[in-house]
C-alpha cells in the first residue's frame, strides 16, 4: 500500500501570506488528487493531476505535480481566511488512499 | 441536486452497544463508499458498494459491516462498540464502479460518532 506523507502536518498563517503544503511518496503515482475538508464537512476535491510536471491553477491556489510522479505540491497565494481547512491528498485507485493532511488556520 | 445526507449527524453510544448509520447518494449514483476519520490515523477505508454487492473492503475488523439497498441507499453498522470507533464516518458516492475507470466521488458531513 502506498503510503502518501503532507508536510507540514499543521500551518498557522496570517492573511495575505503565501504558503506551500507537500504531499510525497516513495511510489510512482498515476495520478492524485488533492482535497480541502472543512471543520464539520466532508472532503471536497479540488483538483487532480495526471501528467508528470503538470500544473494547474485554481483561483489562487496552484498545484504541481512532480516530473518523476511521486510527489505534489499546492501553493495558495495570499491566503485568506476562507481557505482554513484541512488539505487532503489522494490516490484514487479502486478505494480512496488520503494522505495524513496538512491542517491550515488562516487569520485575519 | 442533493447531495449525499448523511443520519445522524452525531451520536453517543456506549461500549459494547452497536449502532447503524445511513448515508443517502446523489440521485443516480450506484456507488457508496465508506471511510472512517480518526486524528491518530487519518481517513481510512471502510468498505465500497455498488448495486447492491460488496466491491471491496478495507482493513477493518468483521465488527464493521455495511449493505446497501435497491434505491442504492446504503447502512453501515458497527456492532460490540469499542472507544476507538469514535470517529466521523464519511461515505462518499460516485456515478460509475471503479472497474470502469476512476470514478469521482462527493462526500457527505458524515457522521459523528462518539462512543463512552
Known amino acids: 500500500t502506498q503510503l502518501l506523507e503532507q508536510s507540514p502536518q499543521f500551518l498557522s498563517i496570517q492573511e495575505g501570506e503565501n504558503l506551500t503544503v507537500y504531499c510525497n511518496s516513495s511510489?510512482?503515482?498515476?495520478?492524485l488528487q488533492w482535497y480541502r475538508q472543512e471543520p464539520g464537512e466532508g472532503p471536497v476535491l479540488l483538483v487532480t493531476?495526471?501528467?508528470?510536471?503538470e500544473v494547474k491553477k485554481l483561483k489562487r491556489l496552484t498545484f504541481q505535480f512532480g516530473d518523476a510522479r511521486k510527489d505534489s505540491s499546492l501553493h495558495i497565494t495570499a491566503a485568506q481566511p476562507g481557505d482554513t481547512g484541512l488539505y487532503l491528498c489522494?490516490?484514487?485507485?479502486?478505494?480512496?488512499?488520503f494522505g495524513t493532511g496538512t491542517r491550515l488556520q488562516v487569520f485575519p | 441536486k442533493a447531495g449525499v445526507t448523511q443520519t445522524p449527524r452525531y451520536l453517543i453510544k456506549t461500549r459494547g452497544q452497536q449502532v447503524t448509520l445511513s448515508c443517502s447518494p446523489i440521485?443516480?449514483?450506484?456507488?457508496v463508499s465508506w471511510y472512517q476519520q480518526t486524528p491518530g490515523q487519518g481517513l481510512q477505508f471502510l468498505f465500497e458498494?455498488?448495486?447492491?454487492?460488496?466491491?471491496n473492503k478495507g482493513n477493518f475488523p468483521g465488527r464493521f459491516s455495511g449493505r446497501q439497498f435497491s434505491n442504492s441507499r446504503s447502512e453501515m453498522n458497527v456492532s460490540t462498540l469499542e472507544l476507538g470507533d469514535s470517529a466521523l464516518y464519511l461515505c462518499?458516492?460516485?456515478?460509475?464502479?471503479?472497474?470502469?475507470?476512476?470514478?469521482?466521488?462527493?462526500f457527505g458531513s458524515g457522521t459523528r460518532l462518539t462512543v463512552v
Open positions: 462518499a458516492s460516485s456515478l460509475a464502479y471503479i472497474g470502469g475507470g476512476s470514478p469521482l466521488y462527493t
Open positions: 511510489s510512482v503515482f498515476s495520478s
Open positions: 493531476v495526471v501528467t508528470g510536471g
Open positions: 489522494a490516490l484514487n485507485t479502486d478505494k480512496l488512499i
Open positions: 440521485s443516480g449514483h450506484r456507488s
Open positions: 458498494y455498488f448495486s447492491e454487492t460488496q466491491r
